[in-house]
């Protein structure tokens, strides 16, 4: 029976989870990252996925996110730029959203210092919302029309 030294097969399995993290650019659940990894790493199994994943989040390389509603942690790499997410209520996959609503400060009551903020987006994900004949097109322009019409009181 050959067996690898332990440090090397941590290490293996680790760089096999960061190399899932890598490819799937989006937070994971410790199953999602397990089933991206498994062909990189053998013998992984799900309680070493829950211990790398906490070592790597000790050692700032993931960071865990927390999503409201759902008691689920998943880890996203640490280092991006600022960012939101999009979380799909059917699949429960977490996606990522670039950019920011931004001018947040008009919100804060008076006497209040924002340290920070989080959007969270839910809904659909492309593969689970109902198919659509057609009307793929961007409804960004009746959009933004029809929000236009706002009365001015
Ligand atoms: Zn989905
Ligand atoms: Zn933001």
């Known amino acids: 029976m050959e067996r690898k030294p332990a440090t090397e097969r941590k290490t293996s ?55 409201p509603g759902d008691s689920t942690v998943r880890y996203e790499l640490c280092g991006k730029a600022h960012h939101h997410h999009f ?15 931004g001018n947040i400060e008009p919100l804060v009551p008076k006497g209040f210092v924002l340290e920070g903020h989080e959007v969270v987006l839910y809904g659909q994900c492309p593969a689970c919302r109902p198919t659509r004949r057609k009307s793929e097109m961007p409804s960004t322009k009746s959009e933004t029309k029809s929000k236009k019409k706002k009365p001015k009181s």
């Open 87 to 101: 979380h799909c209520l059917r699949c429960h996959q977490v996606f990522e959203v670039d950019g920011c609503p």
């Open 13 to 67: 399995q680790r760089s096999a989870l960061l190399k899932a993290f890598e490819s799937a650019g989006r937070p994971l659940r410790p199953q999602e990252a397990l089933a991206l990894a498994r062909p990189l790493a053998s013998g992984l199994g799900i309680a070493t996925v829950y211990r790398n994943l906490r070592t790597l989040a000790g050692q700032g390389v993931l960071k865990p996110v927390h999503l």
